[in-house]
Every structure is written in C-alpha cells, then in structure tokens.
C-alpha cells in the first residue's frame, strides 16, 4: 500500500514554482522590444482611428468588419480563413527554418508572461527576494509587497480584458458605457472572462502552459529536421563540467569551458537544464544564450558555448538553408500571399443577393408577359457611397421593374428591394437562368451581378 501510495505521489507531484533569473543581453534586448511593440499594437490598434471609423472593429451584431479602411462582410469568410492558411503555413515555415522563434518572441503567453513577471519583479524584487519573500511568514511587508503585486496584476488584466473587447464594441464608446455602468451583459462577461484568463495564464500557471497546454509543443519535432537552428549546448567543448577560478586553465585540470554555475537553468522561463539537449519546454528564448555568454565573458572564455546553431554544424556538417521542406514552405507561402492579394484587389465592392418571391412562382399579365417577383439585397462593402441602378439579363425582350430608377446605397449599408422581371411568354417555357445586374451610374466598371430562375409555364 505504501509503494502504491509513493508512486502515485511521484506521479502526481506538485509542479515545483519556477523562479526565473533576471538577464542581460542581445536576445533580451529583442524580446523586450518584440514585448513592448506587439502589446503597444494591442492596447493602441483599437483607439486608432482610419477614415472616421475604429481602424479594426469586428463589429458583430452588424456584421461588418472593419480593417483599416476595408469593410468585410460574412460573405467575405474566406479572407479569413485564407489569413489562417497563410498564419499556419508561415509558422511551418519558420519552425523548420530556425525552430520555435514565435514561442520565444512572439507568442501571446510569452509576452504577457513577460508583462506580469515584469510586474512581480518590481513589487517583490530579484530572484532570490522573490524566493526569500516566498518563505517568509505572513507579515505587514509581506502583505504590503503581494497585495502591491496582485492589485497591479488585476489593474493590467482588466485593462486587457477591456482592450480585448475593444475590438468588438468601439472602445470610444465602450469605456464610458463601463464607467457610466450602461454597458450590456455579453460585454461585462467579455471583460471579465478575458481579463480572468490573462491573470490566469501569464500571473501563475506560465510555462504551465507552455508545457502542457500548447499543442504546439508536441508537433514541433515533426517540422524539426538538422539543419533546424535550435538552442544548442556545445558539449564537446564544455564538457567535462566543473567549477574553477578564472586564473585556472581548463585543460590543465582535464575540464571543458562549462563551470557548471547552473546560471543557465536559473535564467530559464521553463526551468529546464539546455545542458541535457533539446527538449519540448525549451521556447526558444535565448535566456540562456546570454547568460552563458556573460558567464564566458566574465570567465575571459569564448562565447557562444550555448549558441543558436543546428545539428549539422554541431558535428561539423555544413548547414542547408535550401532543402526540400523549406522550398516547399516558403514557395506555397509565396502563393498564398500573391494570391491573398490578387483576390483582395478584385474584390467586388457591391455583392448582390437575389431571392424569389416564395408567394407565387409566376404571374401571367393582360398583355401576355410572364412576370416573376425578386427581392434584390445589395451589399456595398465600400467605405463610399455608390449609386446604382438594376438591369436584367435574359430572354430576349425581358425587362426589370422597380419603384425606382436608381438606388443610393451608403458605405456598409445593406438595402434590400423588391424587383419585378417580365418577360414575353413566347420567349420563356419551364425554368430559365436569368441575370439581375447592378451597375454604378457614375461611370466605371462598378458592378454586380447574381443569377436567378425564372419561372413560366411549359409550352
């Protein structure tokens, strides 16, 4: 009973916290800037505005979306799931190239993480205050120092939750509505769900996340191959590992040019040991590469005895850039991105809808003509006003009825308009296709077009 009772608590242990280093370096300096450049862009994208209108807002209950200066509808769909192709085919691309830089630098749990551990240094101090602080009795420092902490982490949170939502409700108008108490109940929720998960994630569950949430830990070998840059641990030139003063020479004591600090651990998010080899938890964010380049540094030792590199320049075998998968990647990536912005070029800026009246299928008039009744729905995706008017394309002799020549339809507006099509009896027998096309009257190549059957009876 008691092995039972040892192996599941082996199993099932408590992760341990990990308590990371503070580090200086080159690829710090980037995942700052990377940190500081993607969240100024979520925090400030929705206060930007573009033509008179919020540059992007998903505007739900009405259905559009608008993206610096371009109107989207649901039946525009398709841009997006083309953007997602394109998102997956580029983090294929980069993956097989130099492994998991998105994770490193780009990732939202990478940043925010970033954001909140930023936080808790300044609140609660270095690593080892941090760690002491942890230990330490409940007492009025304590409290002072992690209730400073949690406030702030709540405060940029709910600022996040609120940002987030911003990109579906104007946030010129939603954060009066929040003070003013008037906003509705899916909102609030919004706020609070996504405010909630940030703190969540990035305040205590961290490289949690990274290790067992994201499926992208699991596939990414699938795209490794070894000519990968990945984060590499040079063995043969640091090992065998052991401590030493700086005026000792390595060789003369059999040792490699690893002192075996443990800094690299220390520094690391995940708290792995990169000594050990690649391995999943590893994001890729060269925390350790600068340490170790201090180190090295501080030790009068040359750098980069943990390096990004891949497995053939490891072995000494030259690394192929060009190879099979990344021609394949990156040519289809060209594809995709050529053809995302040939098909938004062409985009038809007024979509047309044509409906039958379900009532009847056909009326025969007095002079003989067989009419048919449409509800015609024009969608103008532009920003701009358009006045058009409607033409039918069909049998011969076939006309198009309306109360009105012409149509204004404003920018995103949506107008629905019953038609009637008429045509002579000895021209149409059965169902034929017929076209219903709207066309600008202000000159250009501006218009649309739908097909519609047109009901007779059989000769």
């Known amino acids: 009973m008691s092995a039972t009772s040892d192996a599941s608590s082996s199993l099932y242990a408590a992760a341990q916290k990990v308590y990371a280093r503070e580090v200086?370096?080159?690829?710090?300096?980037?995942?700052?800037?990377?940190?500081c450049a993607l969240?100024?862009?979520?925090?400030?994208?929705?206060?930007?505005?573009?033509?008179?209108?919020?540059?992007?807002?998903?505007?739900?209950?009405?259905?559009?979306?608008?993206?610096?200066?371009?109107?989207?509808?649901?039946?525009?769909?398709?841009?997006?799931?083309?953007?997602?192709?394109?998102?997956?085919?580029?983090?294929?691309f980069f993956t097989a190239l130099a492994g998991r830089l998105w994770c490193g630098y780009a990732c939202p749990q990478t940043v925010w993480t970033s954001a909140f551990l930023a936080i808790e240094r300044w609140c609660e101090g270095n690593r080892l205050q941090r760690m002491k602080l942890d230990r330490a009795p409940w007492r009025a420092r304590?409290?002072?120092?992690?209730?400073?902490?949690?406030?702030?982490?709540?405060?940029?949170?709910?600022?996040?939750?609120?940002?987030?939502?911003?990109?579906?409700?104007?946030?010129?108008?939603?954060?009066?509505?929040?003070?003013?108490a008037s906003l509705g109940g899916w909102e609030y929720f919004w706020i609070a769900f996504y405010g909630f998960a940030t703190y969540g994630n990035a305040g205590y569950?961290?490289?949690?996340?990274?290790?067992?949430?994201c499926p992208y830990a699991r596939f990414q070998s699938a795209m490794f191959d070894r000519n990968t840059l990945i984060i590499s641990y040079d063995a043969e030139r640091g090992e065998p590992r052991g401590p030493r003063s700086r005026n000792v020479d390595p060789r003369e004591r059999g040792l490699g040019d690893c002192v075996d600090c443990t800094v690299c651990v220390q520094v690391c998010p995940t708290g792995i040991d990169i000594r050990k080899g690649l391995q999943l938890e590893c994001i890729a964010c060269a925390a350790c590469i600068d340490a170790c380049d201090d180190v090295m540094h501080r030790m009068n030792y040359p750098k980069g005895l943990i390096r990004y590199a891949t497995q053939n320049s490891m072995d000494g075998i030259k690394t192929r850039i060009l190879r099979p998968r990344t021609i394949?990647?990156?040519?289809?990536?060209?594809?995709?991105?050529v053809g995302f912005g040939i098909a938004l070029a062409q985009r038809q800026l007024v979509?047309?809808?044509?409906?039958?009246?379900?009532?009847?299928?056909?009326?025969?008039?007095?002079?003989?003509?067989?009419?048919?009744?449409?509800?015609?729905?024009?969608?103008?995706?532009?920003?701009?006003?358009?006045?058009?008017h409607l033409i039918v394309q069909g049998p011969a002799g076939a006309s198009l009825d309306s109360d009105r020549p012409e149509y204004v339809v404003a920018g995103g507006e949506i107008m629905s308009i019953p038609v009637r099509v008429r045509a002579p009896r000895a021209a149409v027998s059965g169902s034929v296709e017929v076209q219903i096309v709207a066309r600008s009257t202000t000159g250009g190549e501006l218009q649309s077009s739908a097909v519609a059957r047109f009901i007779a009876p059989a000769s």
């Open 24 to 35: 200086s370096g080159r690829f710090d300096r980037l995942r700052v800037s990377a940190a």
């Open 39 to 92: 969240l100024g862009l979520f925090y400030g994208l929705p206060w930007l505005q573009w033509d008179g209108h919020q540059a992007i807002l998903f505007d739900l209950p009405a259905r559009k979306f608008h993206i610096f200066g371009l109107m989207f509808f649901p039946q525009d769909f398709f841009f997006l799931t083309w953007l997602l192709i394109i998102a997956a085919v580029s983090l294929f």
């Open 142 to 180: 304590k409290l002072v120092r992690k209730g400073g902490k949690q406030a702030l982490w709540i405060l940029f949170a709910a600022y996040t939750g609120l940002s987030f939502v911003g990109y579906f409700t104007a946030i010129r108008e939603l954060v009066p509505g929040l003070f003013a």
């Open 205 to 213: 569950m961290r490289e949690q996340v990274c290790k067992y949430m």
């Open 328 to 337: 394949i990647y990156s040519g289809l990536l060209l594809a995709l991105i």
């Open 351 to 388: 979509a047309l809808d044509v409906m039958r009246d379900r009532n009847s299928m056909y009326r025969q008039l007095d002079d003989g003509r067989i009419e048919n009744v449409y509800t015609v729905r024009i969608i103008n995706k532009d920003t701009a006003a358009h006045t058009l």
